[in-house]
């Protein structure tokens, strides 16, 4: 049988763990020959891309820091490279930006450091990722920004800088999907609610408490699992959602409806 992104090529950012890593393992066992970005887990994204080929498909990974613009210039750099060695061209057709910080922290205990850097990881990195990826995406191509169901709830969770760069991500799906519709690209904004990754460690995970808030809170009375969130960037990512631009999509269970 064929898979549904055979002969596509993506880009996921952050998918050395927690949602990226479900992203990357989905999209490739859809047939996508994927680019498995990491920061500094090196150790994790190749467990990635070994999980990826172990199942039939394909993968390698890049590195950069995503808050740093040459960092990331760097890593296209790396990425024209294999890809032109793989294929003879440096064009790829779907770019999940995923990588994202979010510190627990409300406006009293904000420090400039601290806004600086969710800013600096959430918003500058996604926007020059998107920058350098924008004239390498096919016509017809995917982009899938990873927002958070805490730019609608804003009451959900006292983390105002995460809440308001996620707001920014919105923003920016939306003014990208105006520009790039004329080639066919769209690009969307998905927003998960709380899943327990390494990001929601601290307050989330073994604790029965928080996981009851969380889940009494939702249409659907338990804990998401990152492969939801995989399988909702799937259906972005791919030619199902043609017609489906601009848009915010939330895949949280129906947190605070
Ligand atoms: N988990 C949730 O409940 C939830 C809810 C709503 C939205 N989201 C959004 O979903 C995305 C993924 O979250 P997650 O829960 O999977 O987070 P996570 O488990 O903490 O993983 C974060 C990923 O981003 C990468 N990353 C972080 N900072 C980076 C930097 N400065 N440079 C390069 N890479 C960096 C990490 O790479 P290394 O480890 O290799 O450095 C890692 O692969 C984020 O945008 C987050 O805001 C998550």
Redesign the pocket.
């Known amino acids: 049988m064929s898979k549904i992104l055979a002969g596509k090529i993506a880009l996921v950012?952050?998918?050395?763990?927690?949602?990226?890593?479900a992203i990357a393992e989905r999209l490739g066992r859809d047939g996508a020959l994927v680019a498995v970005?990491?920061?500094?887990?090196?150790a994790?994204?190749e467990s990635v891309v070994q999980t990826i080929k172990k199942a039939g498909g394909d993968a390698f990974a890049v590195q950069?820091?995503?808050?740093d613009v040459a960092s990331i210039q760097a890593m296209f750099q790396a990425l024209d490279k294999e890809l032109t060695d793989r294929t003879g061209e440096v064009r790829f057709d779907i770019l999940v930006n995923?990588?994202?910080?979010?510190p627990m922290v409300s406006l009293e205990e904000t420090d400039e450091a601290t806004f600086d850097r969710i800013f600096d990881?959430?918003v500058k990195?996604l926007f020059f990722v998107t920058q350098q990826a924008i004239g390498r995406l096919r016509d017809n191509g995917r982009i899938v920004n990873?927002?958070?169901?805490?730019s609608r709830a804003v009451g959900g969770m006292d983390i105002p800088a995460?809440s308001a760069t996620?707001g920014a991500v919105d923003v920016l799906t939306r003014q990208w999907a105006s520009k790039y519709g004329a080639r066919g690209i769209t690009v969307n904004s998905l927003?998960?609610?709380?899943?327990?990754?390494?990001?929601?460690a601290g307050w989330l995970r073994g604790n029965a408490e928080s996981e009851q808030m969380i889940s009494s809170s939702q249409a659907i009375k338990r804990i998401g699992k990152?492969t939801e969130?995989g399988d909702a960037v799937a259906f972005l990512a791919g030619p199902d959602s043609r017609w489906v631009t601009g848009q915010y999509i939330e895949a949280s269970g129906g947190w605070l409806l």
């Open positions: 950012t952050g998918a050395s763990r927690g949602l990226g890593r970005h990491y920061g500094r887990a090196s994790e994204a950069a820091e995503i808050g995923n990588a994202g910080i979010a990881v959430n990195g990873l927002s958070s169901g805490l995460y996620k927003a998960p609610g709380a899943i327990d990754t390494d990001m929601n990152p969130i």
